[in-house]
């Protein structure tokens, strides 16, 4: 079982930038691939941006490619999303999630190949 806690969120201008922390329960941490979804009102939860277990390997909707950055810190249980260069259009309640992978260079895009989530941290971009 593996829990999740996303903080980091807040209010920020336009141009401004946040860095979202996921911080992970378990001691298989290291051998999961994880990814960050976000979710606007009225929208479906849409892909954000994935990593796999060794970090080598990741992969960005186009929407923020070139903007955000996702990291992981396996010995903190921890991975990443820094966002740089927000619009207002990134407003949203941003989620991590992780699952088991199968090889270190493996990320999932979709959000049914997850096994578990955290609760969502709000992200509002004012222009």
């Known amino acids: 079982q593996v829990q999740l806690v996303e903080s980091g969120g807040g209010l920020v201008q336009a141009g401004g930038s946040l860095r979202l922390s996921c911080a992970a329960s378990g001691r298989t941490f290291s051998t999961y691939a994880m990814g960050w979804f976000r979710q606007a009102p009225g929208k479906e939860r849409e892909f954000v941006a994935a990593i796999s277990w060794s970090d080598t390997n990741t992969y960005y909707a186009d929407s923020v490619k070139g903007r955000f950055t996702i990291t992981r810190d396996n010995a903190k249980n921890t991975v990443y999303l820094q966002m740089n260069s927000l619009k207002p259009e990134d407003t949203a309640g941003y989620y991590c999630?992780?699952?088991?992978?199968?090889?270190?260079?493996?990320?999932?895009?979709?959000?049914?190949?997850?096994?578990?989530w955290g609760q969502g941290t709000q992200v509002t971009v004012s222009s």
């Open positions: 999630a992780a699952r088991p992978a199968h090889f270190s260079l493996s990320v999932y895009l979709g959000e049914h190949e997850y096994d578990y």
